[in-house]
């Protein structure tokens, strides 16, 4: 979507090893997607991702994190991120506060079902405001300052979920008392109409924050 409205796209998908810049120079937003880890892992890549974080937000770039990408925000942020009290995989409903309707979910329904794939939380940063909660987790979306971070997926598809499903196997056989690979079929099924209109609307308002 974004080179389609133009944008040039320098894609880094570090692991250990590979090199994060320092600094965004020249950079107009930064989005900072999911991955195995968990932030208070000792890998030089998480370390480096949050020192990039915390210059985005020093410079007031518009700064998207997606579920790991949301956490390494709250870190960065000064809050505390650890394992949360059960890991959420599959379908699951949230609601969208009023401040996050009139920020970065603009334009969608109070009510949302979204797709989870987590074990770990965070607490709410300090001057944070709460953009989405659920039952199990009171902040599934915060803005601070000039970041967003989002704990579910709006942006997945079928295809790559089923990608994770055969490379997190283990990870999902853990938690068989609360999701089967066949509710995840059957909840794309139902949702992913609604959960492609939902990253339309995500895409579209994070766009309009860049300048």
């Not at 937000?57 to 709250?74: E, F, H, K, R, V």
């Not at 909840?187 to 209109?197: A, Q, R, V, W």
Request: negative net charge; contains cysteine.
């Amino acid at each position: 979507m974004f080179e389609k409205d133009g944008f040039a796209i320098n894609p880094i998908i570090p692991s250990e090893g590979d090199k994060v810049p320092s600094k965004l120079n020249d950079y107009q937003a930064l989005l900072i997607l999911g991955g195995p880890a968990s932030v208070y892992d000792d890998h030089q890549y998480l370390k480096d991702e949050e020192r990039l974080i915390k210059d985005a937000m020093t410079n007031n770039i518009p700064t998207l994190g997606i579920c790991l990408g949301s956490q390494l925000i709250a870190k960065a942020s000064g809050a505390k991120v650890y394992r949360g009290a059960r890991k959420e995989i599959g379908w699951y409903p949230v609601e969208l506060t009023q401040d996050g309707m009139n920020d970065i979910f603009k334009g969608l329904k109070k009510n949302v079902t979204v797709f989870q794939w987590h074990g770990d939380t965070y607490d709410l940063p300090p001057n944070a405001i709460n953009l989405a909660k659920s039952d199990l987790y009171p902040a599934q979306a915060f803005r601070v300052g000039s970041a967003i971070g989002i704990q579910f997926h709006l942006e997945v598809s079928k295809e790559m979920v089923m990608d994770w499903i055969r490379e997190y196997e283990e990870e999902l056989k853990s938690v068989s008392d609360y999701i089967s690979v066949n509710d995840i079929i059957r909840g794309f099924n139902t949702n992913e109409d609604k959960l492609k209109e939902c990253s339309r609307v995500l895409y579209s308002n994070f766009k309009n924050l860049i300048k």
